[in-house]
């Protein structure tokens, strides 16, 4: 049960999009279309921001956009705005025998 | 509100046991799976266990295979990770968190996303 990958970190200006990538294998990303995104603020709970690859929940913003190609996922957010910064965490359906795996978390700074 | 209340956490010393609990509120407990995920100091999150919403389906971290067990009170509404022979890669804080609603067959749901954390309890392990 490896962690996916994430990139540590990653910046970008308000008002620009940045992307984070996800990268596992066809055991987990890349053969099933249960990938999700978490957001935590500092000393903060996780946040559900995108699951089913590409879905939002209910209130989250529209600038929060996921895709998939391959064994790699990716999060999408355009628009950056202050309130953005923070980890992110992706997860994937592993199957049964491991069920869901996080990726070790991309700190995303707005400049 | 729906709110779910992690207790149980402390100080225990390497290869002691504890036992974890989770109150939720707010909500049919009894119609969704849960969860336990950690988070070391510093470190990113990691999946612990989870439970289907009837205990038809119970999944582990290979990392507590063995050494934890997840089990539910739905007349409770209450969710227990007992954890034995913790070894200091086991510190930090568990979230409860519940599965998303909509994925349910045959009478038991379990799903892959977690929309609900309650705020953790925190677990250290030092002699």
């Known amino acids: 049960q490896s962690a996916l990958t994430q990139p540590a970190s990653v910046s970008g200006s308000p008002g620009q999009s940045i992307t984070i990538s996800c990268t596992g294998t066809?055991?987990?990303?890349?053969?099933?279309?249960?990938v999700s995104w978490y957001q935590q603020h500092p000393d903060k709970v996780p946040k559900l921001m995108i699951y089913?690859?590409?879905k939002r929940p209910s209130g989250v913003s529209n600038r929060f956009s996921g895709s998939k190609s391959g064994n790699t996922a990716s999060l999408t957010i355009s628009g950056l705005q202050a309130e953005d910064e923070a980890h992110y965490y992706c997860c994937s359906y592993a199957g049964s025998s491991s069920f869901v795996l996080f990726g070790g978390g991309t700190k995303l700074t707005v400049l | 509100e729906v709110q779910l209340v992690e207790s149980g956490g402390g100080l225990v010393k390497p290869g002691g046991s504890l036992r974890l609990s989770c109150a939720a509120s707010g909500f049919t407990f009894s119609s969704y799976s849960m969860n336990w995920v950690r988070q070391a100091p510093g470190k990113g999150l990691k999946w612990v266990s989870s439970?289907?919403?009837?205990?038809?389906?119970?999944y582990y971290a290979d990392s507590v295979k063995g050494r934890f067990t997840i089990s539910r009170d739905n007349a409770k509404n209450s969710l227990y990770l007992q954890m034995n022979s913790l070894g200091a890669e086991d510190a930090a804080v568990y979230y409860c968190?519940?599965?998303?609603?909509?994925?349910?067959?045959?009478?038991?749901?379990?799903?892959?996303?977690?929309?609900?954390w309650g705020k953790g309890t925190t677990v250290t392990v030092s002699s």
């Open positions: 089913d690859v590409s």
């Open positions: 066809s055991s987990d990303v890349g053969g099933y279309n249960y």
């Open positions: 968190a519940r599965g998303t609603p909509g994925y349910c067959s045959g009478g038991s749901c379990l799903s892959y996303y977690m929309d609900v």
């Open positions: 439970i289907s919403s009837s205990n038809s389906y119970i």
